[in-house]
């Protein structure tokens, strides 16, 4: 059970230390033979935690671009986060730490592949 609802800017430092730390690891891109991360629908990947758990996560993304359609991991957090009851009805649909350092890797591929491609490779 969850006891504490933490600060939407705590979960992204956590993301950003998940991140900076390789937390993300055994990424894979939908469909299978995108290479490049910026035609990929979804992506999933393991995800290791500030605590030293290991979760699931994946995003969906609206087609042809890296807005969020919905996303799933196996924490805590996800089993709770959807049909909220009206005083916590603002927090429903909100990330966990651990899909958003996978946002954070996405992104940070995406930037690396329009800097190959603007730089011709």
């Known amino acids: 059970?969850?006891?504490?609802?933490s600060a939407w800017k705590d979960v992204r430092e956590k993301a950003k230390t998940i991140f900076r730390n390789g937390g993300v690891y055994n990424v894979e891109l939908?469909?299978?033979?995108?290479?490049?991360?910026?035609?990929?629908?979804?992506i999933k990947a393991?995800?290791?935690?500030t605590t030293g758990n290991e979760y699931r996560s994946s995003?969906?993304?609206y087609g042809g671009s890296d807005k969020i359609m919905t996303w799933t991991c196996t924490c805590e957090w996800s089993k709770y986060v959807w049909n909220r009851t009206p005083p916590y009805k603002h927090l429903e649909g909100r990330p966990c730490s651990h899909v958003?350092?996978?946002?954070?890797f996405y992104q940070s591929e995406r930037?690396?592949?329009e800097w190959r491609k603007w730089k011709g490779e």
């Open 1 to 5: 059970m969850i006891w504490k609802i």
């Open 100 to 104: 958003y350092a996978l946002y954070l």
């Open 111 to 113: 930037l690396k592949g």
């Open 46 to 49: 393991s995800i290791l935690s």
């Open 59 to 61: 995003i969906l993304f």
């Open 30 to 42: 939908f469909p299978k033979n995108v290479k490049d991360v910026r035609k990929a629908r979804a």
